[in-house]
């Protein structure tokens, strides 16, 4: 099955800077590689996704990269603010069978913007 | 994307009792899926819910463990049986949209087992 290895567990950052978030993945079939903020005590939120036909996708200030060949993909936040504080999960998407795909996530990065 | 709602939003369980979480959609959706995420954790998917079949679940979760009702296309039901305080857990409800991928979550049923 699919593996997703997520790099750093933990990153802090001054606001203003940038931060970026590393995974990879052992699929090479993996077709589609979400992004998930979560706040405490909330849900996850898709904030931006990629699929393998992409090499990068940009909304704002928050960007992905996809390196196929390398099996890694990237998330980048520039300028950071303190609302960017949160757990970020990576994922990728394989197939499981019977015409089914689902979502290996990675462990997440818990990401604090310093004021 | 589709608006998803859970119910209880937390409960307080005694050990060896059993809870039924619900999970309401806005849209019809072919899938949903039950996920569970252990304090500071990641998440780890039980089982994908099919309207019309069985529940397939993941290696380590059993139906007997994690029975999962799907009687239409909008709602869902994941039961937590007999449970240890090794249950205390966040589940959460999502639906995946078939034309983009795109994959969203129910607000997630806080469960503390004593």
């Known amino acids: 099955g699919e593996n997703v290895e997520q790099h750093p567990s933990t990153l802090s950052v001054q606001e203003g800077d940038s931060a970026v978030i590393k995974c990879t993945y052992s699929?090479?079939?993996?077709?589609?590689f979400p992004w998930y903020k979560q706040e405490l005590g909330k849900r996850p939120q898709l904030i931006i996704d990629?699929?393998?036909?992409?090499g990068e996708k940009k909304d704002q200030r928050i960007a992905v990269t996809l390196n196929k060949t390398a099996k890694h993909f990237s998330l980048h936040i520039t300028e950071t603010q303190p609302e960017d504080s949160a757990v970020y999960f990576c994922?990728?998407?394989?197939?499981?069978?019977?015409?089914?795909?689902?979502?290996?996530f990675g462990k997440g990065t818990k990401l604090s913007v310093i004021p | 994307s589709a608006v998803i709602s859970q119910k209880p939003s937390r409960d307080i369980c005694q050990r060896g009792t059993s809870l039924t979480i619900q999970c309401q959609v806005d849209?019809?959706?072919?899938?949903m899926f039950w996920y569970r995420q252990q304090p500071g954790q990641s998440l780890t998917l039980i089982a994908t819910?099919?309207?019309?079949?069985?529940?397939?679940?993941e290696s380590g979760f059993v139906i007997d463990k994690f029975p999962i009702s799907r009687p239409n296309l909008t709602f869902s039901t994941l039961t937590v049986s007999n449970m240890s305080p090794e249950d205390s857990s966040i589940y959460l409800c999502?639906?995946?949209?078939?034309?983009?991928?795109?994959?969203?979550f129910g607000p997630g049923t806080r469960l503390t087992v004593l």
């Open positions: 699929d090479s079939a993996s077709n589609y």
């Open positions: 849209s019809q959706v072919t899938m």
């Open positions: 999502s639906t995946r949209d078939p034309k983009d991928n795109e994959q969203f």
């Open positions: 819910a099919n309207q019309g079949s069985e529940a397939t679940y």
């Open positions: 990629i699929r393998s036909n992409v």
């Open positions: 994922a990728a998407s394989s197939y499981s069978g019977a015409g089914s795909y689902q979502l290996t």
